[in-house]
């Protein structure tokens, strides 16, 4: 028999958010490496509170990090998801049933921010936090009757509100206590859910601090010396009217190095020589890149070709594998903390047949998909263009568009039955021996030859085809492999195995034809 939940009132009101939102400060004014060390070490220790709020600022306003996380955030959120039965047996239907009406109708909303609120897709965000902050913690308030049944809203708790000193994660009832209460204790029994995840805003947070002080002394450099410094020479008598006079315009001018003399009135730039060249750069650009690689798994273009310009921009070399774990994290957590307790309340029923989802982006090898299509296809084997559509992201064409079509193909000088780009070259039989068919045997050989160098350069020509079939963003990325394996494939094309099989032919043929014509000639008569 089902079972009514626990917890259907929130516990995390509007009073606790209130008392953490007038004690906000900003973490990141005055940071400094003791001060970033001391709450590294705070975090490592259970105390998550000051470490929190500073990734969190972070988080929020470094231009490089927003890119990183943001993209790998987003990659997650807009997957596709299922529920899947364990089996297919008409218990585990209905398992599948109760928890997607359940899915597809519950509430996610920041317990700090009440004004951003959604539905699953909101949830996955939240949760995907845990990849930077380590936990994501949420509180769980069932909804019993509503749509089908049961819903529930989510409430995300910023992991400031928690610690960590037991090695449980607790409740802290007022910003500054120093411990908490258990989550089983103040949210109740299946009233809370903990993601669990890499936690790269420590590495991120140390990133940060060594890109933000040459970053710093950056500005200060620029300020100091990006205008250069004024020098005044003027006859006049110090403190004469005309003296003041100079000073007052170099001040209005508005320069900090601008020095006044009693020479002949004259003013001059100052060149400040042997300045060096400036080291911020290439260290703000070095951390950069070091943010890029710890979210995105992979590099950045200019380092990896050892370029070290500044403004460079991350590639997602590696993406595609933390995209599957980050799925993977938020399937486990969903699984344990929610499809069971679905199960429990909806059918009374303590092990779910059926459960979350989230699908990581399938990895399509396009090139042979396409030789396999091509090979059933000449094969007989009936394929549907609705299914061929499908699998290279192509829509149906619309109602009255103008349908492509193949061009028409060019007639081969070998006339009918010739071989199509990629067959074995052949040589067509061999007619009598004049001007004419001399001719005819030029412009065979020379078509002949340039099938099969055609063939020669299939392993490239092939994968270059796909790559174009593919969206923008993965044909670029699927050229970067193909330069990178570019090697590989010119040792394929420069073994020339049909060209080799060409020539061969041709110049077998045009012997025994020489031979033919010799003993022609040998054997007519004297004229």
């Known amino acids: 028999m089902a079972t009514r939940p626990k917890s259907t009132k ?3 009101g509007a009073e606790r958010a209130r008392q953490h939102i007038q004690t906000r400060f900003n973490p990141i004014r005055g940071l400094t490496p003791s001060r970033l060390s001391r709450d590294l070490d705070s975090f490592s220790a259970g105390h998550l509170r000051n470490a929190a709020i500073l990734w969190q600022k972070i988080l929020e306003r470094d231009d490089q990090v927003i890119t990183a996380a943001g993209k790998r955030r987003r990659k997650v959120a807009g997957l596709n998801w299922e529920i899947l039965p364990a089996n297919d047996s008409p218990e585990a239907t209905r398992h599948k049933e109760a928890l997607e009406a359940f899915y597809a109708n519950l509430t996610a909303v920041n317990a700090l921010d009440e004004n951003q609120r959604g539905g699953i897709g909101m949830l996955i965000e939240h949760m995907h936090s845990a990849v930077g902050m380590r936990y994501a913690a949420h509180e769980i308030v069932w909804q019993p009757g ?10 995300f708790i910023p992991l400031q509100f928690l610690e960590n000193t037991t090695g449980r994660l607790r409740f802290l009832p007022s910003d500054f206590a120093p411990y908490g209460e258990d989550l089983d204790e103040f949210f109740g029994e299946g009233g809370w859910m903990v993601t669990a995840g890499e936690g790269l805003m420590e590495a991120t947070s140390v990133a940060y601090m060594f890109k933000s002080m040459p970053l710093k002394a950056w500005v ?11 020098h005044a020479k003027t006859g006049a008598t110090i403190g004469s009217e005309e003296w003041e006079a100079l000073k007052t315009a170099l001040t209005t001018f508005g320069e900090d190095l601008a020095l006044v003399t009693n ?3 004259e003013i001059t730039a100052i060149e400040i020589k042997n300045a060096g060249t400036s080291p911020h750069p290439a260290l703000v650009d070095r951390m950069d890149r070091a943010i890029s690689r710890i979210w995105l798994g992979g590099d950045l273009a200019t380092m990896s070709a050892g370029n070290e310009s500044v403004g460079s921009q991350p590639q997602s070399d590696g993406l595609e594998d933390l995209v599957e774990s980050d799925c993977a994290m938020i399937n486990n957590a969903l699984r344990h903390y929610v499809d069971r307790w679905v199960i429990r309340y909806r059918l009374g029923v303590e092990r779910p047949l059926a459960y979350f989802e989230l699908q990581p982006p399938a990895e399509i090898d396009v090139e042979r998909e396409i030789r396999t299509d091509e090979f059933l296809i000449g094969s007989g084997v009936p394929r549907g263009k609705k299914d061929l559509l499908e699998r290279y992201g192509r829509p149906e064409p619309d109602a009255g568009d103008e349908l492509a079509t193949a061009p028409a193909a060019a007639p081969s000088p070998f006339g009918p039955g010739a071989p199509e780009p990629g067959a074995a070259p052949r040589i067509p039989p061999r007619p009598a021996i004049n001007e004419s068919t001399a001719h005819t045997f030029r412009a065979n050989a020379l078509d002949m030859l340039a099938i099969a160098i055609a063939q020669d350069f299939r392993p490239l020509t092939a994968r270059l085809e796909a790559a174009l079939m593919l969206p923008e963003e993965k044909a670029i990325a699927a050229i970067a492999v193909i330069r990178a394996d570019f090697p590989e494939i010119a040792r394929a094309v420069l073994s020339g195995r049909a060209s080799v099989g060409a020539q061969e032919r041709i110049q077998g043929t045009a012997l025994i034809d020489g031979a033919a014509t010799a003993r022609q000639q040998l054997n007519a008569p004297a004229s």
């Open 10 to 12: 929130t516990k995390f």
């Open 263 to 265: 020479l002949d009135a």
């Open 220 to 230: 200060g450099y620029t300020e100091k010396f990006g205008t250069p410094p004024l």
């Open 146 to 155: 509503g749509f089908d049944g049961l819903t529930a809203e989510f409430r």
